[in-house]
């Protein structure tokens, strides 16, 4: 069974504008395959996901736990990540999406490949270059992502390149 890590900003962003995204990527990885496990981060149920009562304004919550949490029950058990910037590649003022980038290096040194949705212009930058590849369409980023999935730790990185 496929185990898929929805990662991107919510810093900055509305719960709406930091969750819409994820519930359509859910619809269109389980359109590629019915048997996904799909960890958003933003879900309500107990462990990792209570970090979607402190979006909506709950106290409590220090980002370091939140880091490490998300690192420990969704990035470490991923076969992939998906990491998506709804708004594009350009952070809030003060934002630097650290928190996505973070699990990002950390998917990286697991060796667990990742795919980047981000519509708009194509960044370039390049602690993004490790990427399997990036899209601007969410629909074609999920399906890479479960392509990607399947590949053995490591290879996945180099698997779909950027030309996928």
């Given at each position: 069974?496929?185990?898929?890590?929805?990662?991107?900003?919510?810093?900055?962003?509305?719960?709406?504008?930091?969750?819409?995204?994820?519930?359509?990527?859910?619809?269109?990885?389980?359109?590629?395959?019915?048997?996904?496990?799909?960890?958003?981060?933003?879900?309500?149920?107990?462990?990792?996901?209570?970090?979607?009562?402190?979006?909506?304004?709950?106290?409590?919550?220090?980002?370091?736990w939140i880091f490490e949490s998300d690192v420990e029950h969704?990035?470490?058990?991923?076969?992939?990540?998906?990491?998506?910037?709804?708004?594009?590649?350009?952070?809030?003022?003060?934002?630097?999406?650290?928190?996505?980038?973070?699990?990002?290096g950390a998917a990286y040194m697991l060796g667990t490949p990742?795919?980047?949705?981000?519509?708009?212009?194509?960044?370039?930058?390049?602690?993004?270059?490790?990427?399997?590849?990036?899209?601007?369409?969410?629909?074609?980023?999920?399906?890479?992502?479960?392509?990607?999935?399947?590949?053995?730790?490591?290879?996945?990185?180099?698997?779909?390149?950027?030309?996928?």
């Open positions: 069974m496929t185990t898929i890590y929805l990662a991107g900003p919510i810093d900055g962003l509305t719960f709406e504008e930091a969750n819409s995204w994820r519930l359509e990527a859910t619809k269109h990885l389980r359109e590629r395959d019915a048997n996904v496990v799909v960890i958003n981060p933003l879900d309500k149920t107990p462990g990792l996901r209570t970090l979607g009562r402190a979006v909506e304004g709950s106290e409590g919550h220090d980002p370091r969704g990035v470490v058990p991923a076969d992939a990540i998906l990491a998506g910037f709804p708004k594009g590649y350009v952070p809030s003022p003060g934002k630097a999406f650290t928190g996505t980038l973070f699990e990002l990742f795919v980047l949705w981000i519509p708009g212009v194509r960044p370039d930058h390049p602690f993004l270059s490790p990427a399997a590849a990036i899209y601007s369409s969410l629909r074609n980023a999920c399906f890479a992502t479960i392509d990607v999935s399947q590949f053995p730790p490591a290879a996945g990185l180099q698997a779909l390149g950027q030309t996928y």
